[in-house]
């Protein structure tokens, strides 16, 4: 390839009016071509990766891009929680902006909508605010998709792009690498960040900027449902005098099978409510659920009654607990205990 300096003298002589108003432009968008061409398929030696969020899904998703050799810098707002990934080769970033002057591609997974809108487009210390022209923000946290269509309008506004790209899988599934994840986006960018993606699961492409975020939130009204049928069938053969644990191995090959029974239902007979993904953030995720539901002019009753239930186990003070824990409520209800 020519160098970028003759290319713009070139360019200079055809168009030598608009010289002025033009070079700037001109050079970004040859940078840009030129960076594409050179850099080819995203890998270790020429793709610098940033991280924000480093809980109970992003410490894994992290670990196997560090294993798979990518220079990664982290952010957490809690820094205990981000010294395991640290100990493993990774850099500490003060900011999101400063993570973000240090990376090409700029991950996020953390709680609310208010928490991204935080640590992407802040002006100040937000990571699109520290982005340089071509860098692609990658938001995988649960949220809203008008929210996606924003961040996805302020990035193009910088000359950057952004994908939404929640993940569904639960701990163990970020563990394995075994995530289901829902990109939502420019499709070309998308397949040129597989190389990632693969990494930490399957990518689905769902479509432009939201749908992702639109996918996410179909899966988890599924995920709902399944779960109030999960526990209240492990309810009843409870209460039939049905050994347990017997009841969900023989369901678990029938139709009655389920990711959830299979991630789920031995925690709940051990009493293992340790989150997999917190209860305050499923309640979460169904508000933005109903909340869209209501736009659409949908009802959806047993969306509506996952949420009550959930929520009244973060009124009972449990809302730091796995999904889980949705055993815990209908317990309360049946005055029942499966004991452990």
């Known amino acids: 390839m020519r160098s970028l300096s003759y290319l713009l003298g070139s360019l200079s002589r055809y168009f030598p009016h608009s010289q002025s108003s033009s070079t700037p432009h001109l050079t970004f968008l040859l940078r840009s071509m030129a960076t594409s061409t050179a850099a080819g398929p995203i890998n270790p030696s020429n793709t610098r990766l940033g991280w924000i969020g480093t809980g109970v899904m992003g410490r894994s998703m992290c670990a196997h891009l560090i294993n798979a050799g990518y220079s990664l810098t982290v952010f957490n707002r809690t820094l205990s929680k981000a010294q395991h990934l ?167 090959t029938g139709a009655a099978g389920s990711k959830s029974l299979d991630l789920y239902g031995s925690r709940i007979l051990k009493r293992d409510f340790d989150p997999g993904f917190f209860v305050n953030h499923f309640v979460k995720d169904l508000g933005i659920c109903l909340k869209e539901c209501q736009n659409m002019g949908l009802a959806l009753p047993g969306l509506a009654l996952a949420q009550q239930l959930y929520l009244s186990l973060k009124a009972h003070g449990e809302g730091n607990l796995g999904t889980q824990a949705l055993i815990l409520a209908l317990e309360r209800l049946n005055n029942a205990t499966l004991g452990s």
């Open 86 to 252: 640290v100990d493993m080769g990774a850099r500490l970033a003060q900011t999101p902006h400063d993570l973000a002057a240090q990376s090409d591609v700029v991950f996020s997974i953390v709680g609310y909508p208010s928490d991204v809108l935080q640590v992407l487009l802040d002006p100040v210390n937000g990571a699109l605010s520290g982005l340089r022209p071509g860098g692609i923000l990658v938001d995988m946290t649960t949220s809203e998709p008008s929210l996606a269509v924003e961040i996805s309008t302020a990035a193009s506004s910088k000359n950057c792009s952004s994908i939404d790209a929640p993940v569904s899988g639960g701990d163990r599934g970020a563990k394995n690498g075994t995530l289901a994840i829902f990109a939502g986006g420019d499709e070309a960018i998308v397949n040129r960040l597989n190389p990632i993606f693969t990494l930490m699961g399957k990518v689905n492409y769902m479509g432009p900027s939201g749908k992702g975020q639109f996918a996410k939130l179909a899966n988890q009204i599924t995920i709902a449902s399944t779960m109030v049928g999960l526990v209240e069938g492990i309810i009843y053969a409870h209460k039939a005098g049905l050994n347990v644990a017997s009841f969900l191995d023989a369901i678990s």
